[in-house]
């Protein structure tokens, strides 16, 4: 029995200390979570810093993307660069090829490789220089004969036969030709002018004394087609 009172009288304490424990844990909770009272606050607060987390990391995402991509799209300026300079190289080339052409096709002979004359049905032998060297006091060679044709009249491979000699010769001298001079083939309506060596020289003396210098054109049947006289001192 006196158990009994003893503990109903520990139990009446008791119950005066309850309510202190609960004012304790209240000021205690307050001072260390002074915003757990507005626990829906707290929960929107989460929301947003979660959201803002999100956001800043899918930012941090494009940028690192952005970051990534942009230098290929630098480069790809670079390759189109390139490729234009080429171009012009090849342009320049292409144009370069263009010019010389156009010059190497101007010419003053025809498709056939003739070089057409003024004359026609007739043929022109001229004397156009010749070239002589002193041998001695009373002596001199001539060595070189240029000359044109000009054919106007057939298809033929001229023949020249040349005469050297002075006024005081006689008939019979001066119609014995001292050299022969070969060309090639000459088309009708075409000239040629040329310069031929002669090899062994014509020797002449009195070189005080005008020369006369003869050409004359054979065709193939040693036919005289024309013939021409210069004069010339040797100085």
């Known amino acids: 029995m006196k158990d009994i009172v003893i503990k109903a009288d520990t139990l009446h304490k008791s119950l005066y200390l309850i309510p202190i424990i609960i004012l304790i844990a209240v000021i ?3 001072y260390f979570y002074p915003h757990c009272s507005a626990c829906s606050t707290c929960g929107t607060a989460g929301n947003s810093s979660t959201q803002l987390t999100a956001e800043s990391l899918s930012d941090q995402q494009k940028d690192l993307t952005n970051t990534t991509s942009s230098p290929k799209t630098e480069e790809q300026p670079k390759e189109e660069t390139e490729t234009q300079t080429e171009t012009t190289e090849t342009n320049t080339t292409q144009n370069t090829t263009v010019t010389n052409t156009s010059s190497t096709n101007t010419t003053t002979t025809s498709s056939s490789g003739c070089t057409p004359t003024d004359v026609s049905n007739k043929i022109e032998l001229l004397i156009n220089k ?3 060297i002193i041998k001695g006091e009373d002596w001199a060679k001539v060595t070189k004969v240029s000359y044109t044709i000009k054919n106007g009249k057939i298809d033929f491979k ?3 036969r040349v ?4 006024e005081n010769d006689d008939e019979t001298d001066k119609d014995v030709y001292k050299e022969v001079l070969l060309t090639e083939t000459l088309a009708k309506s075409c000239e040629i002018t040329k310069e031929s060596v002669i090899s062994s ?3 002449y003396n009195e070189i005080n004394k005008t020369k006369t210098l003869k050409l004359e054109v054979l065709d193939e049947d ?3 087609l024309a013939s021409v006289t210069k004069t010339f001192k040797t100085e």
């Not at 005469?163 to 002075?166: A, H, I, K, R």
């Open 28 to 30: 205690v909770a307050q």
């Open 163 to 166: 005469y050297v000699y002075d």
């Open 201 to 203: 020289g014509i020797s």
């Open 222 to 224: 040693s036919n005289s």
């Open 158 to 160: 001229p023949t020249l």
């Open 130 to 132: 010749i070239t002589y």
